[in-house]
């Protein structure tokens, strides 16, 4: 059995901190953090600078957290219901509105 070792409180994954998800959905958002350390001071860069790969998210982008915050919206309003409701995404743009 594989096991997938994830780290979603800011730990290294080495660290033995591990997760997992029940579903793909809790995997959206739990992108992990890298520190950029080859940006030299001498460059004149004096801050910590902290990046999150989104990159990590199941459909490797940003817009992952967009779409299930969509989703989850209209779901409470009550627009589309769970096993009731076919979703289509027509565009090609960027996230797709209206």
Excluded: F, H, W
């Excluded at 919206?73 to 096993?83: L, Y």
């Amino acid at each position: 059995t594989t096991q997938l070792m994830v780290a979603t409180d800011g730990a290294s994954a080495s660290t033995g901190t591990s997760a997992i998800a029940n579903n793909v959905l809790e995997l959206i958002g739990n992108t992990p953090m890298v520190r950029l350390n080859a940006i030299p001071a001498e460059e004149g860069c004096v801050a910590e600078i902290v990046c999150k790969l989104e990159s990590s998210n199941p459909a490797n982008s940003v817009k992952d957290r967009i779409a299930l915050s969509m989703i989850t919206q209209a779901e409470k309003r009550g627009d589309i219901s769970p096993g009731k409701t076919i979703l289509v995404e027509p565009t090609s743009g960027n996230t797709g509105i209206g």
